[in-house]
Structure formats: C-alpha cells, structure tokens
C-alpha cells in the first residue's frame, strides 16, 4: 500500500539553478521526514532540469515540466497543490531557504490546532549569496500596524487576523515561510491564476476567511532578493497598483469591512502609490499617473475619496516630474 504522505513540498523553479542545490540541502536536512517533493520546472533554460535529474532525482515523488514558461507563479502554485497527496502544503520556492526545524515546528502547530488553516514564521532577506541583508525587516514592515505583536508567537482568529491587519497590508511576506492545511487551501478556490503579483496576499486571505492563523516568531525562513525585471514591469505599467485595489475591494466585500477600516485600507493604498512613484523600480510617467488616480476614483467611488485621490495625484505627479527634470 502507498504511504501518503504528512506533507507535499510543492518547488516551483524557473532559472534558479544558481540556489537550487542550498533550497534541496534545507529540506532534505529537515527533522521532520514524513514529506514528498514535487519539483515543478516553468521551462529553464539555466540547467536547471540537469541538476536536478543528476543529484536529486531519487528524492523526488514527481517531477513536471513546462514547454513553455506560464509566466505566472501562482499557475504553478495550484498545479503542485493538484498534484499533492499530503494533508499539509508547503510552496517552498527554489531561491528560498530554511532551517532544519522549519516543518517540524510548523507540523507541530497544525497538528495541536486543527482550525488553523496557514501556519507561518518570521521570514529574514538575504542576498543573492545568501547574505542576511536585514534581520529586523519583518519587526519594521509590521511596526505600523502593531510594534510589539509579531515578536512573539500566536494563533489568531483567521476573520479578525484579516480586518484588523491583512486588510491594510500583506503581512505573510513570503509563501515560502507558510504551512498550509491542504483542504483549506482548496476549500479557499486555489491561488487566483488571473494575478501575477498580489496572489499571494489574495489566497492567505481566502484561507483565513474560514480558518485561522498562527505565526511563530523564530526566524526559520529566509527570502531571497534579487532585482527582478518582472517586478520592475509591474510597478510601471500598474499591474501592482491594480491588484492591490483589487484585494482591497475583495476584502472590503468578503469580510463586510466598515468605513473605518475601508477608509483604513485607502489610506495604506495612498502611502503605497506614494511610495512608488518614484523609486528604485523606476519613475511613473504622468500619463500613468493620471490612469493610476482614475483606477483609484474606479475602486474607491464617492467625494470625500476623490478629493484625497486629487491631493495624491497632484502631489506625485510634481514629484515624477521633479524626478525627471533631476535626471536630465
């Protein structure tokens, strides 16, 4: 008879053969053993597939490639979790690392709390050498919602978990630090194949709607960063911007949020266009300025909005064009 297994560890890799080697190190030294590996290639071209078949083919349960690229990580996401057989789900990305105790201490929390549908850790950047670039940037990037809750650990009511903070900002930073329980992740619909870069945030808060969370606050995962052009891309063409807003609509009607935390979420949308029309992924034009201020009056109807929504847009538009003269 087939043993199934504890856990499904779903590898989504497109050309990272570069840190593919340390990502299959991490999990094959995991304390924890009752897993399969599924690796899911979105057609390399760096020697990926090679490595893979020459050092780690014996511990893979199923290998998958595409002839062409998706171009889109959460496809991947939902084809792993289809091919899956283990009652828990962890997407552990291929420039990603852990440590050894990573799935032990997180089986752990999913087994004593059977409504927790996502168990997650404190997630550390490191470089493309896997340098630690910033220890405290989770502690700051959460600061502004509660300066003291993530240094330590706790379960949490999923709804509450996503009203009073997932609806301002994602704070899972990177799926890689996440467990989930397999039937809540497909109960919440699977990732939304129709986003490229908030589906993430989307699906976490999916899950939670039925579900609860729990957080532990040992620093086990460590996200890789790397320039990405693809993020870059995303940014400037407003992919990003309209995403968010579509997360934010998806939340305000899903979790029947009031105006105070409406007002709330636009507020953070506000800092984050803000944040980025100028910046190091590029500088917004003013025709794009203009298209990102109409999007936001779309998503965010009503006076008093659109006033803020003119202050915001006079104000970055004098700033993308300051930033142009500057470069001149």
Not at 51 to 72: M, Y
Not at 128 to 144: K, P, Q, T
Not at 175 to 187: E, G, I, K, P, T
């Amino acid at each position: 008879m087939n043993h199934t297994p504890k856990v499904s560890i779903i590898i989504p890799n497109y050309n990272y053969v570069r840190y593919l080697e340390e990502r299959f190190h991490s999990i094959l030294g995991q304390t924890f053993g009752d897993y399969e590996i599924i690796f899911l290639d979105d057609a390399s071209t760096d020697g990926s597939l090679k490595l893979v078949s020459e050092k780690f083919k014996a511990s893979l349960t199923r290998a998958e490639v595409n002839a062409t690229n998706t171009g889109n990580p959460f496809v991947q996401w939902n084809r792993g979790v289809r091919l899956s057989r283990g009652e828990y789900i962890w997407i552990a990305e291929a420039d990603d690392v852990c440590t050894h105790d990573f799935l032990e201490r997180l089986v752990q929390v999913l087994d004593t709390h059977p409504a927790v549908g996502l168990a997650y850790c404190y997630t550390t950047p490191i470089n493309e050498n896997g340098a630690i670039l910033d220890a405290n940037f989770h502690h700051r990037y959460v600061s502004d919602l509660d300066d003291k809750r993530w240094l330590t650990d706790f379960t949490a009511h999923g709804s509450s978990e996503v009203r009073q903070y997932l609806s301002r900002k994602n704070t899972i930073t990177n799926v890689s630090s996440v467990l989930f329980r397999r039937n809540a992740f497909v109960q919440a619909g699977y990732a939304p194949e129709n986003m490229r870069m908030c589906g993430d945030w989307m699906m976490y808060c999916r899950v939670l709607h039925n579900t609860d969370v729990a957080y532990i606050s040992t620093p086990m995962n460590f996200h890789r960063q790397h320039a990405t052009k693809h993020t870059r891309n995303s940014v400037l063409d407003l992919t990003y911007f309209r995403e968010f807003l579509q997360v934010q609509r998806y939340l305000a009607y899903a979790f029947d949020l009031n105006e105070k935390e409406k007002r709330t979420a636009f507020k953070r949308f506000l800092r984050e266009w803000d944040r980025l029309t100028v910046s190091h992924y590029g500088r917004m034009d003013l025709k794009r300025t203009v298209s990102l201020a109409r999007m936001t009056a779309d998503f965010y109807p009503g006076t008093l909005y659109f006033l803020e929504i003119i202050i915001h847009f006079l104000r970055n538009s004098l700033k993308s064009m300051t930033a142009k003269w500057r470069t001149k």
